[in-house]
Structure formats: C-alpha cells, structure tokens
C-alpha cells in the first residue's frame, strides 16, 4: 500500500482544529474521490478501495474530527453535521480541485448528501454508503449502545475480539481484514492498555438530537442533483429497503445496489464490493 498522511487546519465555533487525512494515487491527478467514513470509523476504512481506485483518481480519505488521528473539539456540542460540512469544504480547499467525486459509508453519506445538497457544489458524483434520508430510531438506538462508551481492553486480541462483535453486521470478513480494521481504529494507551482512537464525547449530540426519533431528511435529498448510486446492505437496519426503493424515484433517482450476506454496513474489502462502487464511478 502507497499512501501519503497529511493533516488540514479547519475552524469552528470554538476555534481551530486539526483533521488529517490519507492521501492515495498522483498528486496531480485532477479526478478527486473524497472518502468518508461513519460514525466511529476513520478513514483508514476505505485502504482497499483507495488502492484499487488510485488508479483512477487522486483518493482522499479524511479521519473526521474527533476520530483517527484528527484533533478532537473543545466543545462535544459542535461534533455535528454542519461542522463536518465546513472541514470538508476546507479540505476540498487545500486539494485545490473544484470538483470531486464522493463515497459516503453512513455518517460520511450524510456529510455528503448535505454538501451535495447545496448551491454550487463542488460534487459531481455521489455513492451513498447504506445510509439514506430516512433513518430508523431502532438502528439509533443500537448504535447508542456503544457509541462513546469508551472501553479499553488488556490486550489487542481482546479489542480485535470486541470490534467483531459491534462490527458483525461488516458481513463475512478474513481473518487480516478484521485485524487491519481493528488495528487502524484503536491505540495503545500509556499503561499499555488499548482503546478506540476516537473522541467518547462525540456521543452526546448524537444521544441528544437522535436517538428518540426517526431522522427524515427528504427535503435535503430532494435538493441532490448529480448521479447517485445508493448501496444498501441487505440486512441493513439502518436504510431500510423501502427507503432505498424510494432513492430511486425521487430527488437525484439513485441507480440502486445492494450487497447480499451484509448489514450496516458494506465495507468495500471484496473486490465484487470494490467492482460496484468503481463502475459507477468510472461509467459515462
């Protein structure tokens, strides 16, 4: 694997604040794919599919702040869409491009569809990551079970062990691919113990806005105008398969795909998961 790390200074409510980001493929390569991942996750997420499309584009995958090895925010209360948007249009900004193409697995679908969404845009294609305008309060809920718990673990196997629990519905992973997943999202405290490589305060806007109610964003998808593919897990909870039918007919009409055996949410680690992404992005 050939990625270069870089990190991008971004401002918010309360100040600055650091967001880093992997780099793949030719610096001067003028196609720009921005990768982005979900909740918990990190950008390192997205390895394989950076590799296999770094031949296309120049690939950009940014560690949102307050995960991977971004800095985190004085105040938790600003962890939310709007200030992931602002990193983003600032990072778009320091590439020097005036387009991009975006994959968005779950929250990094939702920062997409609101950049997306907006006059002058700078994105001209957009893979929508089993996540949708409607979002279940059941899958809220589930994901509130261990978002910003915090735990920490003795040694790596039993963090390695923890993530396969919280990350089954990933689908049917190898052995290495459950490692690299694991050992690109959690770090070695100083005691030696071992801990998710995000900030646990992220939890509290996400407990307080979200987790009593469905999240319906029709009107932000409806504003969505350039092609969209929208893929769906086939046991997702969280993109239901009516609102993935939905996509289809209205707003931008997402070209439809969905990845069999797998919940929320597919992981672009297969090459037949990396073949649906790259021809929609690579076709006419």
Same mark, same amino acid.
């Given at each position: 694997?050939?990625?270069?790390?870089?990190?991008?200074?971004?401002?918010?409510?309360?100040?600055?604040?650091?967001?880093?980001?992997?780099?793949?493929?030719?610096?001067?390569?003028?196609?720009?794919?921005?990768?982005?991942?979900?909740?918990?996750?990190?950008?390192?997420?997205?390895?394989?599919?950076?590799?296999?499309?770094?031949?296309? +584009?120049?690939?950009?995958?940014?560690?949102?702040?307050?995960?991977?090895?971004?800095?985190?925010?004085?105040?938790?209360?600003?962890?939310?869409?709007?200030? +992931?948007?602002?990193?983003?249009?600032?990072?778009?900004?320091?590439?020097?491009?005036?387009?991009?193409?975006?994959?968005?697995?779950?929250?990094?679908?939702?920062?997409?569809?609101?950049?997306?969404? !907006?006059?002058?845009?700078?994105? =001209?294609?957009?893979?929508?990551?089993?996540?949708?305008?409607?979002?279940? $309060?059941?899958?809220? !809920?589930?994901?509130?079970?261990?978002?910003?718990?915090?735990?920490?673990?003795?040694?790596?196997?039993?963090?390695?062990?923890?993530?396969?629990? $919280?990350?089954?519905?990933?689908?049917?992973?190898?052995?290495?691919? #459950?490692?690299?997943?694991? %050992?690109?999202?959690?770090?070695?405290?100083?005691?030696?113990? #071992?801990?998710?490589?995000?900030?646990?305060? &992220?939890?509290?806007?996400?407990?307080?806005?979200?987790?009593?109610?469905?999240?319906?964003? #029709?009107?932000?998808? %409806? !504003?969505?105008?350039?092609?969209?593919?929208? &893929? =769906?897990?086939?046991?997702?909870?969280?993109?239901?398969?009516?609102? #993935?039918?939905?996509?289809?007919?209205?707003?931008?009409?997402?070209?439809?795909?969905?990845?069999?055996?797998?919940?929320?949410?597919?992981?672009?680690?297969?090459?037949?998961?990396?073949?649906?992404?790259?021809?929609?992005?690579?076709?006419?």
């Amino acid at each position: 694997m050939k990625f270069k790390q870089h990190t991008v200074q971004c401002i918010g409510p309360a100040g600055l604040h650091r967001m880093a980001y992997t780099e793949w493929g030719a610096r001067d390569d003028p196609r720009v794919l921005v990768c982005v991942h979900g909740l918990t996750r990190n950008g390192r997420d997205f390895d394989a599919l950076a590799e296999a499309m770094s031949a296309h +584009y120049r690939v950009i995958c940014p560690d949102v702040v307050g995960r991977g090895r971004s800095g985190h925010l004085r105040d938790p209360a600003a962890y939310g869409i709007p200030q +992931y948007v602002a990193d983003m249009v600032t990072l778009i900004a320091r590439l020097n491009v005036e387009t991009v193409h975006w994959v968005g697995t779950s929250m990094g679908g939702l920062i997409g569809m609101a950049l997306a969404a !907006q006059e002058g845009t700078p994105i =001209r294609k957009l893979v929508l990551n089993d996540v949708g305008p409607m979002i279940t $309060v059941e899958s809220l !809920q589930r994901i509130a079970t261990y978002v910003g718990v915090d735990p920490v673990w003795p040694t790596f196997d039993e963090a390695l062990a923890f993530v396969k629990l $919280v990350s089954a519905p990933f689908g049917a992973l190898t052995e290495a691919q #459950w490692h690299h997943l694991t %050992e690109t999202s959690v770090t070695q405290r100083a005691d030696g113990r #071992w801990a998710f490589r995000y900030d646990p305060r &992220i939890a509290e806007p996400f407990k307080a806005a979200f987790v009593d109610k469905d999240i319906d964003l #029709w009107p932000v998808y %409806e !504003q969505i105008a350039c092609p969209t593919l929208a &893929i =769906r897990g086939a046991e997702s909870d969280l993109l239901t398969r009516e609102t #993935w039918q939905k996509m289809s007919s209205c707003g931008p009409r997402a070209k439809l795909a969905e990845i069999a055996g797998v919940g929320h949410a597919p992981m672009f680690q297969s090459d037949d998961q990396i073949g649906v992404v790259r021809d929609f992005l690579l076709s006419a």
